[in-house]
């Protein structure tokens, strides 16, 4: 009997250690809950690219929370290799937001050896084609200076990540965004994007079947009549004008205007599963009168 009562006491006591844990977990996913919905009603406050709130940021990040009396603490870990991180403090009362960031991991710097080796790869890659993060600009960057090439009016820092040689490219000109690219232990480029909380919609590094799927479709449904046409292709095009590029779920959507702001420009969409391009708009870009 005694055994009975002594185990019976026990499993009270477990049973209660159990509820009292599952109560202060249910108390903290409350507050967490309270939060994000504090946090992305906060965003909204703060243009169109935080729209997306929490959920669309964790698409890129790892994300967590730290709750204080006054303000929110969320850190922001970039999960592709280059492993970037930003801090965001939210304020409670205000709603003010405040950034740190990029900040780059803690990882060696590459040797001189291991620059050199990069330096190669990078000529024998060639080119790169980027859509920059503000508008989306297209240029390509010839890549037979290796190194130099990407350096021009950026600085550079490096990252030796699990293997792979990481570069960290950000603008003199104090423009946030940056620039991070990647090649693993083999021959070429593994990846690159641009870094930003949040991500921007536009910047991107274009991967070779994205450039070859527009070029294919210009040179096929390029043809606007008397509108112009495009079939010499994307290169020729982002050569002589002035390429903006952005994309949904659907379509490419180009922007191709004059390098010295006058003279005929073209606007249309590129449907990513046929090719096909709809939306046709041109017209005359006309310089406006010295006073």
Not at 30 to 39: P, V
Not at 91 to 110: A, C, F, H, V
Not at 179 to 188: A, M
């Amino acid at each position: 009997m005694q055994d009975f009562l002594k185990n019976l006491m026990i499993y009270r006591r477990i049973q209660k250690v159990k509820k009292d844990r599952l109560t202060v977990s249910n108390m903290r996913q409350e507050r967490i809950d309270t939060d994000r919905d504090f946090i992305n009603k906060n965003f909204l406050d703060y243009g169109s690219a935080w729209a997306g709130g929490l959920e669309a940021i964790e698409k890129h990040y790892d994300v967590k929370l730290k709750s204080k009396k006054n303000k929110i603490i969320i850190n922001f870990l970039l999960r592709a290799p280059p492993a970037v991180n930003y801090t965001l403090k939210v304020e409670r009362k205000s709603g003010r937001m405040m950034t740190e960031g990029p900040n780059l991991p803690d990882y060696p710097e590459l040797s001189a050896a291991e620059l050199e080796n990069l330096h190669e790869k990078l000529q024998n890659h060639g080119e790169l084609w980027l859509s920059e993060p503000l508008n989306g600009d297209v240029s390509i960057i010839d890549l037979s200076e290796g190194l130099e090439a990407l350096q021009e009016d950026k600085n550079l820092q490096t990252r030796l990540i699990r293997g792979r040689s990481v570069l960290y490219l950000q603008k003199t000109n104090g423009w946030r965004d940056l620039f991070c690219l990647w090649l693993g232990p083999g021959s070429g480029i593994e990846g690159g994007l641009y870094v930003d909380v949040p991500m921007s919609a536009k910047g991107r590094l274009l991967q070779t079947e994205e450039i070859n799927f527009i070029d294919r479709a210009m040179q096929k449904n390029g043809n606007f009549g008397v509108y112009g046409n495009v079939q010499s292709g994307f290169r020729s095009l982002v050569t002589h004008m002035h390429v903006c590029l952005s994309d949904d779920k659907t379509a490419w959507h180009v922007k191709a205007s004059p390098h010295d702001g006058h003279g005929h420009f073209l606007n249309f969409s590129i449907e990513k599963g046929s090719g096909e391009i709809n939306g046709c708009m041109a017209g005359h870009v006309i310089q406006e009168p010295l006073i």
